[in-house]
Each structure stands twice: as C-alpha cells, then as structure tokens.
C-alpha cells in the first residue's frame, strides 16, 4: 500500500483511510493489522527523507501501546456496574469524532464554493441616481419627499400585507414612467403614496426614480399644503 506525503490532515485522518482500505469495521478495528499498516506508513516516509509530524509519532506509540494490552489475557476490564471496557473504546471515540467534523466540513466547503457564485450589490443612496442639482417643482425638497415615503413604509410594514400580484418581468424606469403618465391621463390628480401599489423593491426603486425624473423633465407637479398632509402628484399641463 503506497501512500504520498501531505496526503493526510493528521494521524487521524490516515487512520480512517487505512480502516476504509481495509474494509475495516470502525467499532470493530483489528488493531494489530492497523498498527502494522499505520508503522509501514511511517517507515516509507523515513526511507523517503520526510520528516514525519510529532503529533503521527504520538499515535503509533498509542496504538503500539493499544495493541500490546489487547495481546494479554483477559484485556477487557471489567467497570464498576458490571460492563466490560474495551481498550479500543477511547480510539473508537475520536475517531467517530473526527469523521463527524470532517464530513462536515466538506459540506461547508461545498456551501463556500456555492457562494462564491453568488454577487451581491452593497445598498445605494437614491440621491446617488438623481441630479444634486436637480429641484422639484414645488417647495417639497428631495429629502422632504424620501423621509414621507420611508414613513410611509413604516406604517405598512405594521399592517397587513396588499394582495397584489408581482410579475417576475424586470420593470424600467422609463416604463414605468409610461405607466404613471397613464394613470394621470384617467386621474390627474392622485396621492404620491398610491403610485406605489406593489411593495417590492425593485418596484418601489424604479417607481420613485420615474416620479424624480417626471418631476426634473417638468412633466409631474408635486405639492402638499401643509405639514403632514398628503403629497399630490399631478400632470403639468401642456401649454
């Protein structure tokens, strides 16, 4: 049985191949053929000038030890409550132990290469898509009309959910603004908030950066009276 180096993560590791090869029982292991191949593992590495890890030393002193016990008589001790305690028990252990954590790694490290398939776009400031030196065409400030529509979303996070039907079809900003000029032709004056029917976010992206464009072209006049009262958006007329 040929082996390379850095094959394995650890004295461990070699262990459950050698098991595996052998078609080995990991409750049952044949400790004497398991010393055997783990020491011929060892001396390979020496004839090649490797250096062989402590930690690979460590556990063939173990199993030599281990093996020895089970070659006397009578090498299962009797506990305090009448079962018996198999010298293998304690290897058997760690050994279970070690398979639990290195499956799951190998499952983590599947999620990882999944993820790396996945990108993600950090959150923007809407201000990022509209002119700075762009202005309404009312007293109503950019900042003044995004703080009523986070308030707005607020509130209906508290309520329940519109029956609404989203599409999966992507939405732009300049159909959604065909949209909007629809809606004003039927009703030339309509609440800000009732431009928004679908709370999803792309939706509600596109729809505001439509309203904001429609505003700067001088197509749409926003108003609202007073503090507090509902913001009205209407059609410009055409003169």
Known sequence: ????????????????????ESKMDIMNIEI??????????????????????SEY???ASELIELKSKLLLPNPKVEKEEGETFDPREELVNRLLEYQAYKEI????????????????KSPESVKNYVDENAKLT??????????AFKKYLERKKESKPLKTKVTTNEISVSSRR??????LKKQPRVSFFELF?????????VTFLAILEMSKDKELIITQEKNFDDIICEVRDEK
Do not use: C, W
């Open 105 to 120: 790694t190998k499952v983590l490290k599947e999620k990882e290469e999944l993820r790396k398939e996945i990108y993600t």
């Open 197 to 205: 029917p679908v709370l999803n976010k792309e939706y509600i992206v």
């Open 178 to 183: 065909l949209e909007i000029k629809s809606i």
């Open 32 to 53: 004497e053929k398991i010393t055997e191949q783990y020491i011929s593992y060892l001396n390979e590495q020496e004839k090649m000038n490797l250096e062989i890890a």
């Open 138 to 147: 009312t007293d109503i400030t950019l900042d003044d009309l995004v703080e």
């Open 57 to 59: 030393l460590v556990m």
């Open 1 to 20: 049985m040929n082996f390379k180096i850095n094959e394995f993560e650890g004295p461990l590791d070699l262990l459950l191949h050698l098991i595996k």
